[in-house]
């Protein structure tokens, strides 16, 4: 098949912050499942002028190649509504796999799953909410890891580092790092954010199989119980990565985890600093431990957690769900006038500079565009729904750099 990837090369569309995690595993086992994949830059603003011109040269793209699927990783309203309808009007399904459902579903998914021919999602409470509210096109998969990077582990003792940590220095993982250290754990972390920096994607699992343990701290979740929210921990994608690349992982507690692996043979879980000290002492003074966990959960990543086991089926039932579709050109009176409806106005410009004016004033020339941003998009979801993600959608229209 001919797949159109839609989504970008670098971690949030900036080649600073290193090749993004979508880029660097979705494509090759896309193709190694035998399929031809050309890929679209959709997240970084500087291949595009504006949004408009993002989505004009994305139809063009589809128009030139006639894919048998467009394969997307939609991030917010960088591709139109009105895009992914004039695609999938061409008789193309379209596939998107969900990113952090478990806290954006509320705010996104919900709005823009109805227009693609399959929503993959990793969350359990976003596939059962969705369900609840007649979106039978959402399904549950899980992230992997991808079988170009797979390689049998070390023995404890010809590792390299004792504990390392890959992933940007957000949130509190600072003061969690600088707590482990002062407990006597000697950890290298690597990453935006921290003293070694980003690293290239290919060095990532060369990092996890040269650690006697690898370490990752589950993202919350937000969720809602009635009005009461409460938050749980999501698994990630470094939960099936560390074990394919040879690596040992000790990973914070998240929902359904047992699901994926066995807990205390194939990995372990840890409850909170303390449980995380005494796990990871426990794995520093037992190699023989170590080593059997580093093997056993390898030998099981191999074998049921690559994507090249995941997007077949995924691929095949989006696939179907167009299968009586009629073939043909991408419509393009229904785009001339989303075109249209997202051209600046006089008054819109306006509607920027109040925003941006205070609060560049509290947190500068740069921040303060982006504080606006998102103040605007917080308040267009709830208010306007499923219109943010249409070409005349206020975020889109007012701020495009700042996205």
């Not at 994949?37 to 504006?50: G, L």
């Not at 000290?277 to 056993?296: K, T």
């Amino acid at each position: 098949m001919k797949i159109l990837c839609v989504f970008g090369r670098h971690n949030y569309g900036v080649p600073a912050r290193g090749e993004g995690y979508e880029y660097s595993n979705f494509l090759p086992a896309l193709r190694a499942l035998g399929h031809e994949v050309t890929h679209f830059e959709s997240w970084n603003r500087d291949a595009h002028t504006d949004f408009a011109a993002l989505n004009l040269a994305l139809l063009d793209q589809v128009d030139s190649l006639r894919p048998d699927l467009v394969f997307c990783v939609l991030m917010a309203y960088e591709v139109w509504t009105e895009t992914l309808h004039a695609i999938r009007g061409a008789g193309i399904p379209v596939l998107n796999w969900g990113t952090d459902d478990s806290w954006k579903y509320a705010q996104f998914a919900r709005f823009v799953a109805p227009e693609v021919d399959l929503w993959v999602t990793t969350s359990h409470e976003a596939r059962d909410r969705a369900g609840r509210e007649g979106l039978t096109n959402v399904v549950l998969s899980q992230w992997a890891a991808s079988g170009a990077r797979t390689a049998e582990p070390l023995p404890s003792d010809r590792c390299e580092f004792d504990l390392t940590f890959v992933g940007s220095a957000y949130g509190n993982r600072a003061q969690w790092i600088d707590r482990l250290r002062t407990r006597g754990l000697r950890v290298e972390c690597f990453g935006q954010g921290w003293p070694n920096g980003p690293v290239d994607a290919s060095r990532i699992p060369e990092i996890y199989r040269a650690s006697r343990i690898s370490l990752n701290f589950g993202d919350s979740g937000l969720h809602w119980k009635g009005l009461r929210p409460y938050r749980s921990r999501q698994i990630k994608a470094r939960v099936f990565e560390v074990p394919a690349a040879g690596g040992c992982l000790l990973t914070e507690r998240a929902e359904h985890i047992e699901d994926y692996f066995d807990v205390g043979s194939e990995i372990a879980v840890f409850d909170g600093e303390d449980d995380l000290v005494e796990q990871a002492l426990a794995l520093l003074g037992d190699s023989a431990h170590r080593d059997a966990m580093a093997f056993a959960g390898h030998r099981r990543t191999v074998g049921e957690h690559l994507y090249e086991q995941r997007f077949g089926p995924l691929i095949e039932a989006c696939v179907a769900r167009r299968a009586h579709a009629v073939q043909g050109p991408v419509g393009r009176s229904t785009f001339e006038a989303a075109q249209r409806a997202h051209r600046s106005t006089r008054s819109l410009r306006l509607l920027r500079s109040v925003l941006v004016w205070p609060l560049q004033r509290i947190w500068g020339e740069r921040r303060g565009p982006r504080a606006a941003r998102r103040v605007l998009y917080e308040l267009s979801w709830r208010l306007k729904g499923p219109a943010t993600y249409r070409s005349s959608g206020w975020p889109g229209r007012l701020f495009y750099h700042e996205s």
